[in-house]
């Protein structure tokens, strides 16, 4: 495996297993670890049937040391993704892999995102405000919740009748369909530069 990732999640972890399932048989790439700040969180579960080293992480450790940049330094990984994880990045995080971190949001930002929009909470405010269409938004991370970069857009369109657990569905279709395809492609962007 010539890169590897760190996928960071919080809860089912979809989006992890799909990524973990695409760079599978992929020689260049794979996912070296699983982090979750949720002891029980199913994403663990499912990291570990597929034979990835998981790490359970508190709050302390996160916030009050920098000890997980050794972790990752030991396990040479070089890109993080986030995936559903719900703290925000310390900014010791953020600068030790500028450039080298992304999150997916379910939403098309800039609208509903920020501290407090996460899962059905995007989608029932999408659904509040009668938008004609939703998506995904893969982007860069900073230290404020949103509001790096954005690497790529996709978006689906909305009928009166959805709900907000329609527009979950969409979404989610959308999140498993692109998110690993375009990792592939910021690593492969990322090696040339390098
Ligand atoms: C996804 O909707 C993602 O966009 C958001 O959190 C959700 C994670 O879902 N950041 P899952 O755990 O991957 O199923």
Known sequence: MEKKLVILAS?????AKKIIEYFQDDPEVGVALVISNRKNAPVLDMARDFGIETLHISRSFFYDSKDILRILEDRKIDFVVLAGFLWLIPAYFVE???GRMINIHPALLPKYGGKGMYGMNVHRAVKEAGEKESGITIHHVN???????IIFQASCSLEQTDSPETIAKKVQILEHQ???PIIKQLLKEFGERQ
């Open 11 to 15: 809860g089912t972890g979809s989006n």
């Open 96 to 98: 030790a892999f500028a």
């Open 143 to 149: 230290s404020k919740y949103d509001e790096g970069d």
């Open 178 to 180: 692109h998110f690993a």
